[in-house]
Structures are given as C-alpha cells and as structure tokens.
C-alpha cells in the first residue's frame, strides 16, 4: 500500500510540473484558472476542485504521456482467450504496455503533443482515466484495477493546484523551460532521469 501509493502519486506531479515548464503558455493558463478560483485564498481545499476544469486536463494529458507504472501490473490469464486474433494459454503472464498505447496515433490526434485541451475541446473530451476507456488506463482496469484511483486523483489535483496557486515557478536562470530535459529513468514507476530543479517565487504576500 505504501509504495503503490506514494511514488506513483509523486512521480506524477513532478512529470506534470515538468511539462508546465516546458510549456510555459498551459502553465500561464492553468495558473490563471486555479488564482481565480481560489480568489486569493492561501490554501485550496477539494471543495475548489469542482471547478477545476483544466487543472484536471493538465493532469489528465500527464497520465496519458507519462503513466507512473507504463506496463501497469503482471497479470496472469485464468484461462485460454483469442484477443483480436491472438490466443493467450491459460496462465500467459500478460503485461500491458499503457505507455504505447497513450501515445499510439492511432488512438491520439498528434499523440506526442502536450496538449491538454484536448480532454476540454478536442476529440477526446470524453475519455477518462477510471478503467472504461482502454485508450487511457493509467491505473489499469477491471477488478484487479488499482484501488487507490480517488484517493490518488484527490492529492494529486490538490497538491498541483497549491503549488500552481501559491508560487510563480521557472527554470533556473540562464535555461529555457522549453529544453527541460525530458529523459526517463526506467522502473517499476518510470521517474524523471534528472532532477527537477527550478526556482519558485512566491505569487502571494505571506504577512
Ligand atoms: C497516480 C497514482 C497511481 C497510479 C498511476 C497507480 C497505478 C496502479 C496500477 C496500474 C495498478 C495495477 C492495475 C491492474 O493491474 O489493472 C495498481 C494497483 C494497485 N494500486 Fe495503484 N496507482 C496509484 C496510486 C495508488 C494509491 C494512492 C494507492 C493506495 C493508497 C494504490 C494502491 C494500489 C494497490 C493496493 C494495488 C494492487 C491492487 C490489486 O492487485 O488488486 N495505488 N495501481
């Protein structure tokens, strides 16, 4: 319980602040949605969320690139099936590859884009990342799917939109967010290769 539920949650927020800072225009935008919701409150509570629209899609579009356990868990198949032509024996060790498939152009207009409007205007405003839609299974799906899906959800929106709502962040000085370096580190959850080092302002006036 621990480790599925702490590293995962983590790795999240740091692949989507990453692609804030790369992206520095979503940042402004979601930034911009969070402040007015939460109308110069010092601390966003779940109740503020509602509204959130895009900060959602923000980490939405994170979950579809980067997906914190991309062949999600090793599953054992009870008995022989045929999947799209394929046969799987009973008891085939099956692994599915959640990162190919949120990136297959097939399934995604300019699958590599960091777009998150897409989830607001685009093709794919109704696909979700709860176990129904098996273009988006970050936490897999079916019975065995990860229990932890809300609670994972509800930290990860509040602790991104805390952090969006209280500080102006950027890449240290001299260095454009756009050539953050992306590279992976792989594992059982797929961290950042490097630090993510950046510098923070605070937006408020604390007294
Ligand atoms: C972004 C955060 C998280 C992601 C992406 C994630 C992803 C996953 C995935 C892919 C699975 C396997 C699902 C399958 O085989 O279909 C799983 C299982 C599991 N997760 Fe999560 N998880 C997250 C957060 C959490 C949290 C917060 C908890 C607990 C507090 C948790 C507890 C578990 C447990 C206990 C299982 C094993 C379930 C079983 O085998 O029946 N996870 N998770």
Redesign the pocket.
């Known amino acids: 319980?621990?480790s599925?539920?702490?590293d995962?949650?983590s790795?999240?927020l740091e692949w989507a602040v990453s692609e804030l800072i790369r992206h520095p225009k979503i940042m402004e935008e979601v930034q911009k949605e969070v402040r007015g919701i939460a109308r110069g409150k010092l601390m966003i509570t779940e109740t503020d969320l509602d509204e959130m629209h895009y900060l959602k899609s923000v980490i939405k579009e994170t979950?579809r690139l980067h997906?914190?356990?991309p062949l999600?868990?090793?599953?054992e198949s009870m008995e022989k099936v045929q999947i799209q032509g394929y046969d799987i024996p009973a008891k085939t060790t099956v692994l599915?590859n959640?990162f190919v498939i949120g990136r297959d152009p097939k399934l995604w207009d300019e699958p590599e884009k960091f777009w998150p409007k897409r989830f607001l205007n685009g093709g794919s405003v109704s696909v979700d990342f709860k176990?129904q839609d098996f273009q988006l299974?970050?936490?897999?799906?079916?019975?065995?799917?990860?229990?932890?899906?809300l609670?994972?959800?509800s930290?990860?929106e509040l602790t991104l939109a805390n952090l969006l709502n209280r500080f102006d962040w950027a890449a240290p000085e001299g260095m454009d967010g756009k050539d953050l370096n992306m590279e992976e580190e792989s594992g059982i959850?797929v961290h950042r290769k490097n630090d993510l080092v950046l510098s923070s302002k605070q937006h408020y006036r604390v007294v």
């Open positions: 319980m621990f599925a539920g702490t995962t949650s790795v999240v979950l997906p914190p356990v999600l868990v090793p599953r599915i959640a176990g299974i970050p936490f897999g799906s079916g019975r065995r799917g990860c229990p932890g899906i609670f994972a959800t930290i990860i959850t």
